[in-house]
């Protein structure tokens, strides 16, 4: 919602679609459309987190995510994705179901508190922001497709994996 009023037409040298803009605003920024300035009130992105944490550094391992779509298609899943999957191949993996047209996604890695070096785990953002999930989503599920096991044990992985909405997209 911008405050204020202006004339846009689709294909302005300013403007040329939606959708060549959503991905790019956040709230608060300003945007100046045929010379007046407005501020962005609310994007209706939503953005879920994927945690992936364990209690000692993993070796191998996979999940692949379910996403349930708002307008009654069938769910839908992607591809397995390893442990240490980039926040690309998550992006790719979600944009190539046909209920979702485009998604951002980043990752932080989850260290050791005692040794900052070893990784055990992940937590991956997901922006939605396409035109077929705009607005609020259905959270995301997870499915362990192998199962996870550990560099300094095999037999004693803990592994939790959750998702979270962090900013409904209403």
Known sequence: VLLGTADVSQGSP?????????????????????????????????IQTI?????????????????????????????CLPWSTNSSSIEFALQNLSSIDDVGVSRTAILDPSDKTLVYGFIYYIYFHGDMVHGNQNELEIDICDNFTSLENTNKVNVSLEISTIKDGS
């Open 14 to 46: 300013i403007m040329h679609t939606h959708l060549n803009v959503r991905q790019h605003l956040s709230e608060g920024d300003f945007v100046r459309l045929q010379g007046l300035e407005y501020k962005v009130k609310s994007v209706p992105t939503e």
């Open 51 to 79: 945690s992936l944490k364990s209690n000692s550094t993993l070796s191998q391992g996979s999940f692949s995510l379910s996403f349930y779509p708002r307008n009654s298609q069938p769910v839908e899943r992607t591809i």
